[in-house]
């Protein structure tokens, strides 16, 4: 008897969900002079993903935006800019900057958490640039999807 795999549609939309960009939650914490901030997003092959200089997004991963203030009623604690991009699964760096070099730490806001994405955090506490690195998952299907793909695979035997 010879096995063979068939992959359904629903198979297959579940085996592209997997490889597929999806939209991921960036949180900056500006200091109270945000009109000094800036950063760049590049993939592993150093291509600018998305950009922003204060709230002003640009790049083909951007997908949407909102700025609070990050405690009360007033700019004293900073800014909670959260940007929504389009990224797809892989390794990516950052480069957040500020134009007075003194980074995104003027008190009460100490620059300890300037960019936030999972668990990954950024600091800049002092200068005109820093850089990091973090890593975007590959999309997990939910459990029923892959519960199709199993099913798929075995609509697909035949007996002879």
């Known amino acids: 008897m010879t096995n063979k795999f ?14 597929s960009a999806s939209a991921e939650l960036m949180q900056f914490h500006y200091d109270k002079y945000a009109g000094e901030a800036g950063w760049t997003i590049s ?24 700025l609070y203030y990050w405690s009360g009623s007033d700019s004293d604690a900073g800014y909670a800019f959260l940007v929504e991009l389009d990224l797809a699964a892989g390794d990516y760096s950052i480069t957040l900057t500020d134009t007075w ?12 958490d300037a960019f936030v994405y999972g668990d990954y955090s950024l600091a800049f506490t002092s200068g005109s ?31 002879k």
């Open 6 to 19: 068939i992959l359904t549609a629903a198979g297959a939309a579940t085996a592209f969900v997997a490889t």
């Open 43 to 66: 993939d592993s092959d150093g291509n600018m993903v998305a950009s922003a200089s204060v709230t002003t997004v640009s790049g083909d991963a951007y997908v949407s935006q909102a």
């Open 101 to 112: 070099a003194d980074g995104w730490a003027w008190a009460p806001a100490d620059g300890s």
């Open 129 to 159: 640039s820093v850089t990091g690195s973090f890593t975007v998952p590959a999309a997990v299907p939910a459990p029923g999807a892959l519960a199709l793909l199993g099913l798929a695979g075995l609509a697909g035997r035949r007996r």
